[in-house]
T-cell receptor, first 114, second 112 residues
Framework: ETGVTQTPRHLVMGMTNKKSLKCEQH?????MYWYKQSAKKPLELMFV???????ENNSVPSRFSPECPNSSHLFLHLHTLQPEDSALYLC?????????????FGPGTRLTVT | AQTVTQSQPEMSVQEAETVTLSCTYD???????LFWYKQPPSRQMILVIR??????QNATENRFSVNFQKAAKSFSLKISDSQLGDAAMYFC?????????FGGGTRLMVKP
């Protein structure tokens, strides 16, 4: 379970705060993803990066801002969030972009917006 | 738009018995991939099995197998000889092009 790591594991933030989630993969993969997992909704793909280039933004509000400085690191910058943004945020990576490749998931960051 | 439906929010199975989890999907693509992922309690999501749509043969991985019915857009997962460690959330997922869509999940409970 150490191929993809995420920090922090838990985060509580107010609606006016700015915070960042970090993801790191140690698998030599070229693609990385952010997902949102809410209690009552299916897993939602938020962003896709392939070779550090963003290839998908799945209609995510601008209060979520991704950053991919290199193929091993992925950040999700958060600002002025809403309580409905509380969820488990999962990072994943794969050998190539979306397709037949298996995705390897991190343990997630449990975010609570108060 | 692609959709994936898992009609069973919860399932239970007796240890050592067989259980089948249902999944249907809707897509306009002819070339795509289907996956089953497992998310144990408080643990990371892992791939269970994968099926290429162009392959007629059903994928098998040890105790896990799928029943892929392309015309019916159905992709069920069969777990044989269920073990306590199989207890988890199971997600069916469909990928075509650059979009991966997950179903709502099925919580599987295994009774000793």
């Amino acid at each position: 379970e150490t191929g993809v790591t995420q920090t922090p594991r838990h985060l509580v933030m107010g609606m006016t705060n700015k915070k960042s989630l970090k993801c790191e993969q140690h698998l030599g993969h070229n693609a990385m993803y952010w997902y949102k997992q809410s209690a009552k909704k299916p897993l939602e793909l938020m962003f896709v990066y392939n070779f550090k280039e963003q290839t998908e933004n799945n209609s995510v509000p601008s209060r979520f801002s991704p950053e991919c400085p290199n193929s091993s690191h992925l950040f999700l910058h958060l600002h002025t969030l809403q309580p409905e943004d509380s969820a488990l945020y999962l990072c994943a990576s794969s050998q190539g972009g979306l397709g037949a490749y298996e995705q390897y998931f991190g343990p997630g960051t449990r975010l609570t917006v108060t | 738009a692609q959709t994936v439906t898992q009609s069973q929010p919860e399932m239970s199975v007796q240890e050592a018995e067989t259980v089948t989890l249902s999944c249907t999907y809707d897509t306009s693509e002819s070339d795509y991939y289907l996956f089953w992922y497992k998310q144990p309690p408080s643990r990371q999501m892992i791939l269970v099995i994968r099926q290429e749509a162009y392959k007629q043969q059903n994928a098998t991985e040890n105790r896990f197998s799928v029943n892929f019915q392309k015309a019916a857009k159905s992709f069920s997962l069969k777990i044989s000889d269920s073990q306590l460690g199989d207890a988890a959330m199971y997600f069916c997922a469909h990928n075509a092009g650059n979009m991966l869509t997950f179903g709502g999940g099925t919580r599987l409970m295994v009774k000793p």
